[in-house]
């Protein structure tokens, strides 16, 4: 491929992105936890993370995710700590709740998108699973 195709394929691929995007945003539309915040859940399901370090993740500056964390701290989702190594460093965790949140929440994303899978003919969902491989080498740093 030359750089034109390279630049137009990826051009049709955000096109398709965005409506991946929009999808997820229309499947919490009516929760009450939005899909930025549940992003930042699943951000924290390994454990503790630095508060810097989730706002470089999601690309926000870190007041912004400070401001997503005080309201998933607020609904009883997350809790903040201090790292271990430096007790100035704020950190911030799922509680109980917020594990089971993100849970919910992930099962509804993908009950729906199993829907649209299985509407998919056979030669579709082939090509779909053949480009999971790609899509991770294009999504790691």
């Known amino acids: 491929m030359d ?3 390279d630049r137009a394929l ?3 691929f955000n096109r398709r992105l965005r409506g991946v995007v929009l999808l997820l945003r229309r499947l919490t539309a009516d929760q009450p936890v939005t899909s ?3 992003a930042v859940l699943g951000s ?3 454990g503790p993370r ?4 989730l706002a470089a993740e999601h690309g926000v500056r870190l007041p912004t995710m400070t401001a997503q964390i005080n309201r998933l701290e607020r609904d009883g989702l997350v809790r903040r700590g201090r790292d271990a190594a430096d007790a100035r460093v704020v950190t911030a965790e799922l509680t109980e709740t917020g594990r089971a949140r993100l ?10 998108l199993a829907e649209r899978i299985a509407a998919l003919d ?7 699973a053949a480009a ?6 294009l999504f790691t740093d």
């Open 3 to 5: 750089q034109n195709s």
């Open 10 to 12: 990826a051009e049709q």
């Open 36 to 38: 930025q915040q549940t």
């Open 44 to 46: 924290l399901e390994d």
């Open 50 to 53: 630095r508060m810097g370090e």
């Open 103 to 112: 849970v919910k929440s992930r099962d509804r994303r993908v009950t729906v």
């Open 122 to 128: 056979e030669a579709d969902r082939a090509a779909l």
């Open 132 to 137: 999971l491989p790609a899509l991770d080498r």
